[in-house]
Every structure is written in C-alpha cells, then in structure tokens.
C-alpha cells in the first residue's frame, strides 16, 4: 500500500482511536497527552507539531509502522485544529 493510503487510513479511523482524552497541555495545542481508546489501554501522545515524524506516540502501531504518525495522533491532530484553529496549529 502506498504511504499516502496508509496514512489516510489512520485519518479516517481515527476519531475513534482516541475515545477519552485523559490528560492534556493547559490552554495549548501542543504538549504531553494520555489518551484511552475504546480497547481500552492508555497510550502517551507527545504532540509537537502538524507534520509527520513530528509527534510520539506509544501505541503499538506508531513503533511499527514507520509512517511517523498513527490513528491516535490523526485523531489528535483533528481534534485539536477544530479547537485552535489550522492556523495556530500549522505555523
Ligand atoms: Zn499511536
């Protein structure tokens, strides 16, 4: 599969991948956060900016699959340019 279908993959299911957003930055976009997804274990999402290789995430799938990005930081990364705006996000 191309890498652009892969990570579009991961965009779409997303939204779901994240479920309850345990901890998150104070007032910014970008910090350290803990999410828990509807299976249930907690992963550490360091967010640090919009691109690729840019974020950390500790779910299986992010040390594997080379892409620099998976479902839970898609996700983040969706919800949190509906909440500060593209712009703030991506400069
Ligand atoms: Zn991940």
């Given at each position: 599969m191309l890498i652009e279908e892969q990570i579009s993959a991961r965009q779409q299911r997303?939204?779901?991948?994240?479920?309850?957003?345990l901890a998150k930055p104070d007032g910014r976009a970008y910090g350290d956060y803990e999410v828990r997804p509807a299976s249930g274990k907690k992963y550490h999402v360091a967010m640090r900016g919009p691109?690729?290789?840019e974020n950390f995430c500790s779910c299986p799938d992010f040390a594997v699959?080379?892409?620099?990005?998976?479902k839970p930081i898609e996700a983040l990364l969706i919800r949190l340019r509906k909440r500060f705006g593209r712009p703030t996000l991506d400069r």
């Open positions: 997303g939204p779901t991948a994240i479920g309850k957003i691109g690729l290789f699959n080379t892409l620099g990005t998976c």
